[in-house]
């Protein structure tokens, strides 16, 4: 039995936002593959988390790293993990402005630092987003020296290029044994110059070859779509790329409901790409839905998004359904899903889960990215407000083209997320490809 020892700093127990969705998804499979998958999280836990843990079946072997005490402060930054008062006041439902305003005022001026934990994208500090090199914890480099030394993997499996610095922690001699795999989830230096078009914050500043010297003592990368992959080749043209999509359960299958009024679902955390995209929807598109529409057409929210939202501030016709433990039902009870994102990258879960749900898409360019062959016939695309208005009035009035995409979103998932078709390329490599401790 070969041992992959997975290194991330996403709370992928709680599976709530798409990074953590991936690696819970992944993390499942891994195990269900015979492989023994130890858990090097060198993040602080609270209580919820502990009972998270403990519901989890199978449960996560986690090797110690740090003190959870100590682990969520870096001393020579003040940075705090999740879970303390700075991350509590990020909950706070308010525009991005006021809030970073906020945020300086309460800590002060502060260098620019990196937040180590697995949330760091909704922790971008207000005095610019740090670079790469800001978020070496030498704490972390030392605990996972010792997690390899204890757990003597086969491979090593890094969530993130946040802790490729890790790596850094083994001497050469011991960096042979064990291979090494980042999962990048994104192409990060892409996805940071779109947030920055568009006036956002990210929770890295990265440029191309600073994301290529990271990837570089990896012995392969993982990309999360063909896409992704392309471009990791450009910019490591010596390097093993391998696709491995995101997989996901997929129902059997079942006639498309007739209901009426439609519904229509948006399902989302409170990321700024989605706060951006829903907030452009409900001022652009949603009027003229409702307009043309009116009540044979109820608009449902879903996910971390309702604690950004007034809900005294929605239009007609909007509720606000707030985080639930399980997705089935919202797809179930959903007739149309949309995902009207602008900005962004990677593959979008989002989008995964509503087709394998087989309900009719709406997505954007953007959001099709990595399932380009797709459009039009397992979803539709719209990339301004106008044809996605039209998309919509199509889509809610012909319950014949409805039927139609759900029945192709289906198929379309079989082919693309099973766990045979997402994860076959890497069960591949782990099992006949990587090379055992010492050899060769």
């Known amino acids: 039995m070969k041992t992959v020892l997975l290194a991330t700093n996403h709370k992928f127990w709680l599976a709530n936002r798409g990074a953590r969705i991936r690696i819970a998804h992944l993390y499942r499979f891994l195990l269900e593959a015979g492989f023994k998958v130890p858990v090097f999280f060198p993040g602080t836990l609270d209580e919820a988390d502990r009972q998270h843990i403990e519901c989890m079946r199978p449960r996560p072997d986690l090797v110690p790293a740090v003190d959870t005490n100590n682990a969520a402060r870096r001393p020579e930054t003040g940075r705090h993990a999740p879970g303390t008062p700075l991350r509590r006041l990020l909950r706070v439902p308010r525009s991005v402005a006021a809030l970073l305003a906020r945020i300086r005022q309460r800590r002060g001026p502060a260098p620019r630092a990196a937040d180590p934990s697995g949330d760091a994208e909704q922790t971008a500090p207000a005095h610019g987003p740090p670079r790469l090199c800001d978020f070496t914890v030498p704490a972390w480099q030392q605990a996972f020296r010792a997690a390899c030394l204890e757990v003597l993997p086969h491979v090593v499996l890094v969530e993130g290029i946040g802790l ?27 996805r940071y110059r779109r947030f920055r078009i568009h006036g956002e914050p990210h929770w890295i500043q990265i440029d191309r070859d600073e994301e290529a010297d990271a990837l570089r003592p990896f012995d392969v990368v993982l990309a999360i779509q063909n896409r992704d992959a392309a471009t990791f080749r450009e910019m490591l043209p010596n390097k093993r790329i391998l696709t491995v999509s995101h997989a996901h359960p997929i129902p059997p299958a079942e006639p498309y409901p007739e209901r009426a009024p439609l519904t229509l679902c948006y399902v989302a955390s409170h990321g700024h790409h989605n706060r951006r995209a829903l907030a452009q929807f409900l001022e652009s598109v949603w009027p003229k839905l409702n307009k043309r529409l009116g009540r044979n057409l109820a608009f449902a929210v879903y996910g971390q998004i309702c604690e950004v939202l007034d809900p005294n501030a929605l239009p007609d016709g909007v509720r606000l359904q707030g985080k639930v433990e399980k997705l089935e039902p919202v797809y179930r009870n959903a007739d149309i899903v949309i995902n009207p994102v602008f900005f962004g990258g990677g593959l979008k879960i989002k989008n995964v889960e509503a087709l394998c749900s087989a309900r009719p898409l709406l997505t954007t360019r953007i959001g099709a990215e990595g399932i380009e062959h797709g459009a039009d016939s397992a979803f539709l695309v719209a990339d301004t407000d106008d044809q996605m208005c039209e998309q919509l009035v199509r889509l809610a009035t012909q319950p014949q083209l409805r039927r139609k995409l759900a029945a192709e979103a289906r198929r379309f998932a079989l082919e693309n997320f099973s766990e045979q078709a997402a994860y076959g390329p890497l069960r591949r490599l782990l099992e006949e490809e990587l090379p055992l401790p010492g050899a060769g």
Do not use: F, G, N, Y
């Open 164 to 190: 490729c610095h890790l790596l850094q922690a083994l001497p050469e001699t011991e960096r042979a044994r064990p291979s090494t795999v980042i999962d990048t989830h994104d192409v990060m230096h892409k």
